[in-house]
């Protein structure tokens, strides 16, 4: 007995002192001019959104599949994901806050590492910054991994901090070994995302198989939902019925 109290204690003193170390503004909801540097996108698998409702609405849309696009805010040692009543505060639109979002993850550094050869080469992005896979979203990404692989290519996050990238040039024993690798990733990591494969078509244009039909504008975005789902860069004051 004695020794379950002590264990009690020793958990309530961790608890109490992570507490009293998390980053200021953590518990409480920020202000716009607060939240507008700390706003990321932020790519998860759509049981996440699931279990985050519980609480409360968690505004997201549905990048085909299994994959969700969220905003989180981002903290030194920690994220907290953008909740309906956050964009109620600031009286903003998901799409709006996406577009500040996506402005700041281009500003993230990218690293890639590229193992072989093209046609059959590798680009692979793994940090622990918590933004790998959704770095996929990023131009200034996208162009650095075309330049190696060239346009289309092909993509997979397994999980969250691991962004694999190949060429659809590629020979099918390279293809099959991404996609074995795909599946044991997702299947043995921790903040597993998806082991479907999915395609950049063209600078700013992420292509996925989904049955729906809808057409959605993010920001400056573009997203259609059909036999494919595409990301295209729309510029100010252009129609957006044109594609």
């Not at 805010?73 to 577009?99: G, Q, S």
């Not at 050869?117 to 075309?146: E, H, M």
């Not at 590629?170 to 997702?186: G, I």
Request: charged content about 25%.
């Amino acid at each position: 007995a004695q020794e379950n109290t002590e264990v009690l204690r020793s958990l309530t003193k961790h608890f109490v002192q992570a507490m009293l170390n998390a980053p200021a503004g953590i518990g409480k909801r920020l202000s716009w001019a607060e939240a507008a540097s700390k706003l990321y996108p932020f790519i998860v698998n759509m049981v996440t959104v699931r279990n985050l409702e519980r609480d409360a609405a968690c505004p997201h849309f549905q990048l085909g599949g299994e994959l969700a696009l969220t905003l989180v805010l981002d903290f030194p040692d920690c994220i907290r994901y953008v909740l309906e009543p956050d964009l109620k505060d600031w009286n903003m639109a998901f799409e709006e806050a996406l577009t500040r979002g996506l402005q700041n993850l281009d500003k993230l550094p990218v690293k890639l590492e590229t193992v072989g050869k093209p046609p059959n080469g590798v680009v692979c992005l793994s940090t622990f910054d918590g933004y790998a896979g959704t770095r996929i979203l990023a131009p200034g990404a996208q162009r650095k991994i075309g330049k190696i692989l060239g346009f289309p290519f092909y993509f997979g996050i397994p999980y969250r901090d691991f962004l694999c990238c190949w060429s659809n040039r590629a020979s099918e024993e390279v293809k099959l070994r991404v996609r074995m690798r795909l599946a044991k990733d997702h299947q043995s990591k921790d903040q597993a995302i998806s082991e479907h494969v999915y395609q950049v078509q063209a600078p700013g244009q992420l292509v996925a198989k989904d049955p729906k039909e809808t057409v959605h504008f993010l920001g400056n975005i573009t997203v259609i939902v059909s036999s494919e789902l595409m990301f295209s860069p729309r510029k100010p004051g252009s129609d957006p019925r044109r594609f």
